[in-house]
Each structure stands twice: as structure tokens, then as C-alpha cells.
């Protein structure tokens, strides 16, 4: 008798176990914020948000006044991953915000923000002798997050 009721406190606890994997194995809620910085079409930088802000360098001294930069960020907590409410601004060292570029909440899957490299480049050269980076902000992250720091 002892040995069946042993059995049958194993299974319950199994089945206890795998009840719990499968509900919170695939759980969208957990995970990390990621983004994707390209050139053009061209991947430039591709970060999850716990990388060191040191591997976060956005080299475009060879990029054209006509070259265009897209940013796709992309929410962990989101059914659709895509923010609402999106601001990407660039900051100097002293905390200035020296231009903001709002974006309208996305409706397809298109995820992109668009900023003119002309613009950024205009930005520099006003500001040769600072830091700048490129911050970005939504509803579901107000506080923020630094993208990347640029080398023009």
C-alpha cells in the first residue's frame, strides 16, 4: 500500500511541474529589449538593452548626407514587441536634448524610425566637441534607454 500511494504522490507532483513549464515556458513577459540600427539596409548595430553602453558605438563617418538611419526597437513586454508614444532624441554629455524626432504608433508590421543622416551630421558639426547619443523613449519605457553614442 505504501508504495502506491508513493507513486501517486510522484505523478501529482509531476504533472504539477509540468504544468507550471508549459504555462510559464512560453510566456512572452519575460526577456530582454532589443534593437536594430541599419544604414540604409545595411545592419549597423543589433543590441539587446543589457549590453554594456561601451559595445553601444554608432560609427557612421562614412555615411551620406542622403543615407537614411532606421532604428527598430523592439518591447519584450508587448504582444506585438512595438511601442507606442515613441521619441528618439539626441543628447549631449550635459544632458541637453539637441533634437527629438517623435514617431507615429505603428500599425503595421513595419517597425522602422527613420532619421536623416543630413540631420544627425548637422547636429555634429554644432556640437564637435561633445558626446552625443542617440536616447530612445516609449509609454512602456519612460524612463528611457540609450541606443548607441555616436562617432561621425
Request: one cysteine or more; proline letters at 2%; glycine letters at 4%.
Amino acid at each position: 500500500m505504501k508504495q502506491i500511494k508513493f507513486n501517486w504522490a510522484f505523478i501529482k507532483i509531476f504533472a504539477l511541474v509540468t504544468l507550471c513549464f508549459t504555462t510559464f515556458g512560453f510566456t512572452s513577459k519575460f526577456g530582454l529589449d532589443s534593437y536594430e540600427i541599419y544604414l540604409n539596409n545595411k545592419l549597423i548595430l543589433k543590441q539587446a538593452v543589457n549590453q554594456p553602453l561601451s559595445l553601444r558605438m554608432l560609427k557612421l563617418g562614412t555615411a551620406k548626407e542622403s543615407d537614411q538611419l532606421r532604428i527598430n526597437y523592439r518591447h519584450c513586454t508587448t504582444e506585438k514587441g512595438v511601442g507606442t508614444d515613441r521619441i528618439i532624441f539626441l543628447k549631449d554629455d550635459k544632458g541637453n536634448i539637441l533634437k527629438k524626432w517623435a514617431f507615429a504608433n505603428a500599425t503595421s508590421p513595419d517597425l522602422n524610425m527613420t532619421i536623416a543622416v543630413k540631420e544627425l551630421l548637422q547636429l555634429e558639426k554644432k556640437n564637435a566637441n561633445r558626446e552625443l547619443s542617440l536616447q530612445y523613449t516609449a509609454r512602456e519605457l519612460p524612463k528611457g534607454e540609450t541606443l548607441a553614442i555616436l562617432r561621425l
